[in-house]
């Protein structure tokens, strides 16, 4: 079935060429200083504690205006002054469709938002600073279109963490990809710009937006065989879940101090997570320290009924006790008061929900009278929608993100001056869509890879080679060679699009649809000079036929690069970028898909099964090219040139003897502080080009027995050189949180002996006594 998010989204996409909607006055808020009454409610009073102010409002409702406010479409409480509120607004990579809180989107007033690169592309540039910028960026067009009278709602529900643990997932391109430190990271600096902190992060509890990691947790299959998102059963074992899906999540929350988790649709060891107090009570409010409210995926209690609880009353009760706070849907509101009636909640459990929810319109500044006057962020105006900043800053991401996979004989950069005439050939290359990637608005600019191109060589000609990225029809391979054999120099654009990978649609397998492999060689066969294959696609595919074949001289790997996307390829292209993007994600064989099935959950690989295990840390196994690889126009060298300390003496107490284990929870927070090391890696541009290197800290450790990863990202930055310049990078590493491993009950644990510090092809060795 279509989900309700799905039908919306496809309604808001039609709105970007009609100005169906219209302004209204101005942004909703409570407490107008005009009314009388203002003065004479508590939760009008700024000055007072938000747990007071909130106290007092939800004091103030009848039993109905209660039951009213647990949906995502708040309805307005018109005797206290209460605007309705939209909970559900998306901006994964920026404003987008989809929604009630989204943008009523108007040719009279804002119609257009940057549109940065889909996540799985930004998150290729290992860059936090880039991320935090982005964040800050899309929360102050949020406001600036909220400020304009045409955003109901500034809780975005954003970023996607789930890890892309299966190459086939049809939503891995909205994640930053298969590695939990890395997606840790990215959470942590998108949500701290998102919601107006610092970029260390001070833990302001004004919200300038509210940010919602998802889906928490193990949520990572769409539609797979006879297996669906919405009754799939998870089965995790406790050491994945310590060490692979729930990290990015407690970086959210402790890291990023995320004012939302939302809980998705199908169920994780039997239990769906909507419902399960383990996961929303006990550890994300109570061990974590959620700070804010839990929203179930939309219709994700409905869907309960029939898969977990057994009646929509029951329904309603599991998610309310659980510790979910708002349904996306009209479940809660439907049902609730029936629950209450057959004494399965309490009055106290609605209190409970509305308190977290008011909580955060009140950090929103939405109970401070009118934001335009008073507050820190009514300043905003819808010139700061499609700012040059945030262009410039759209294009900045879609340049760093870029992946050179091959150059053979440097083929790459061409230059302007010998490139006198240029083919370009394939179905990505003249559709500025492509380029975007899904949970999308309308971009600030469209330039396809083909105009981009033709502002660098006047005589460009172009074939599409088939009608779309499915390649099954119109193909017409004869005139793309034909095309190809009579200029200098080829650039095809191939790869995927939405037909092939999206929310609720996974991949069978890696391949390049239709006849795209039988257009690249053919091409290629016949080109003059190798010819330049880049690659327009979220999820990884299999295109070792390109890499082994002489004729195909470069391939770079760009995506979703966004709106900004068509310019940044040309210049990578054309030598006025260095590309120094990393791959986020292992990119597998074909013959993955047939050895692995989509619902084994297991990450670890078990040689008695031939299971090859899932992402570079447990694969086992040939890869087309691994995480983490990307080349460069310039060569680097590294150097570990300062390590504070090589030997570690812990304290605390082993499990047994005969383990030597060290359990963290036994050594005491003082002894982990005292353990930190800093470790310094010297960083060389030996090239002729500045460029910006990504450098990744990796540890492993002497074996693979336990359940040991074969390594772990535990840091990473991303240094500019300049041409022949040297940059020494210092990393702080903490032995407690990244020397330590979980064990196959979930425990974290450091083994005695030798640990190794690796950069690229240097490591350094750190003994734990």
Not at 508 to 514: E, H, M, N, T
Not at 586 to 613: E, F, H, I, L
């Amino acid at each position: 079935m279509r989900t309700r998010r799905a039908n919306l989204l496809l309604f808001f996409s039609l709105l970007a060429s009609s100005p169906l909607l219209a302004l209204s006055s101005g942004p909703p808020y409570s407490c107008d200083a005009s009314d009388p009454s203002t003065k004479t409610y508590a939760f009008c009073k700024a000055s007072l504690p938000i747990e007071q102010r909130v106290q007092d409002l939800v004091s103030r409702l009848n039993l109905n205006e209660k039951i009213s406010q647990l949906g995502d479409d708040s309805p307005a409480i018109p005797r206290l002054g209460v605007p309705a509120f939209k909970w559900w607004t998306e901006a994964l990579h920026g404003m987008a469709y989809g929604g009630k809180g989204s943008i009523h989107w108007s040719f009279s007033g804002i119609f257009k938002a940057t549109s940065f690169p889909q996540v799985i592309t930004t998150a290729a540039s290992f860059n936090p600073q880039l991320w935090y910028k982005i964040g800050e960026a899309i929360s102050t067009e949020a406001r600036g279109i909220y400020n304009n009278g045409q955003l109901e709602g500034l809780t975005l529900w954003g970023p996607n963490v789930n890890l892309f643990r299966d190459p086939r997932w049809g939503r891995g391109q909205e994640t930053p990809g298969e590695d939990p430190l890395h997606a840790s990271k990215y959470a942590t600096m998108y949500i701290r710009g998102l919601q107006g902190d610092s970029f260390e992060g001070g833990q302001a509890k004004a919200l300038k937006t509210s940010a919602c990691c998802k889906h928490f947790t193990a949520y990572d299959l769409e539609k797979w065989g006879s297996a669906s998102r919405y009754t799939f059963n998870a089965v995790v074992t406790a050491q994945d879940l310590e060490d692979t899906f729930q990290p990015p999540f407690k970086s959210c929350v402790q890291d990023g101090h995320a004012s939302c988790l939302m809980c998705p649709f199908n169920r994780v060891n039997g239990v769906a997570p909507c419902g399960d107090y383990n996961f929303l009570t006990k550890i994300a409010k109570e061990q974590w320290g959620l700070d804010g409210y839990i929203a179930s995926d939309c219709d994700a209690v409905g869907v309960m009924v029939g898969m977990y609880a057994g009646t929509p009353e029951n329904a309603s009760a599991v998610a309310l006790k659980a510790g979910m706070d708002v349904d996306c849907g009209t479940h809660l509101q439907k049902y609730s008061a029936s629950a209450l009636g057959k004494k399965m909640i309490t009055e106290a459990d609605i209190d409970r929900a509305l308190r977290n929810q008011f909580a955060i319109r009140m950090r929103l500044g939405l109970f401070d009278g009118n934001p335009l006057q008073q507050q820190k962020y009514g300043s905003i105006g819808k010139d700061k929608v499609c700012a040059k900043e945030h262009q410039d800053l759209a294009l900045q991401a879609a340049l760093e993100g870029i992946v050179l996979l091959k150059n053979t004989a440097n083929i790459l950069p061409l230059s302007k001056a010998k490139v006198s005439s240029l083919a370009v050939i394939g179905p990505n290359a003249n559709n500025a869509s492509i380029l975007i990637g899904n949970y999308q608005g309308p971009p600030c600019i469209s330039v396809t890879p083909l105009d981009a191109l033709r502002n660098y060589v006047s005589d460009t000609k172009y074939v599409a080679g088939c009608s779309s990225t499915a390649c099954n029809s119109g193909i017409a391979i004869n005139q793309a060679a034909q095309l190809a054999s009579s200029l200098d120099y080829v650039v095809l654009f191939m790869g995927l699009s939405l037909d092939q990978e999206r929310e609720d649609f996974d991949r069978s397998d890696l391949l390049l649809p239709g006849s795209q492999q039988d257009l690249i060689t053919n091409v290629a066969k016949v080109a003059k000079n190798p010819v330049i294959l880049v690659l327009l696609c979220g999820g990884p595919v299999d295109v070792s036929f390109a890499k082994t074949n002489p004729k195909i001289g470069a391939i770079l790997w760009a995506g979703y690069p966004g709106q900004a996307g068509g310019p940044a390829i040309a210049q990578v292209l054309f030598g006025e970028y260095n590309p120094g993007g990393k791959l986020p994600v292992t990119w597998y064989p074909k013959d993955y898909t047939t050895q692995v099935p989509m619902t084994n959950m297991n990450m670890r690989a078990d040689s008695a099964t031939k299971y090859p295990g899932r992402t570079y840390r447990f694969y086992q196994g040939e890869t087309v090219f691994p995480f983490g690889y990307g080349l460069s126009y310039s060569n680097y060298s590294h150097e570990f040139v300062s390590t504070a300390k090589t030997t570690l003496k812990l304290q605390g107490l082993k499990t047994s003897p005969a383990t030597n284990l060290y359990e963290i929870n036994q050594i005491r927070s003082k002894e982990c502080q005292n353990l930190n090391f800093k470790t310094t890696v010297k960083v060389t541009n030996h090239g002729s080009t500045q460029g910006r290197k990504p450098v990744l800290l990796f540890l492993r450790w002497p074996n693979e027995t336990n359940g040991r990863p074969r390594k772990q990202l535990i840091d990473f930055t991303s240094v500019l050189l300049k041409a022949g310049e040297t940059a020494q990078v210092g990393f702080a590493v903490s032995p407690c949180e990244h020397l330590s491993r979980a064990t196959k009950e979930g425990k974290r644990v450091i083994d005695t002996g030798s640990h190794f510090l690796m950069v690229e092809e240097k490591e350094i060795e750190i003994t734990v006594a």
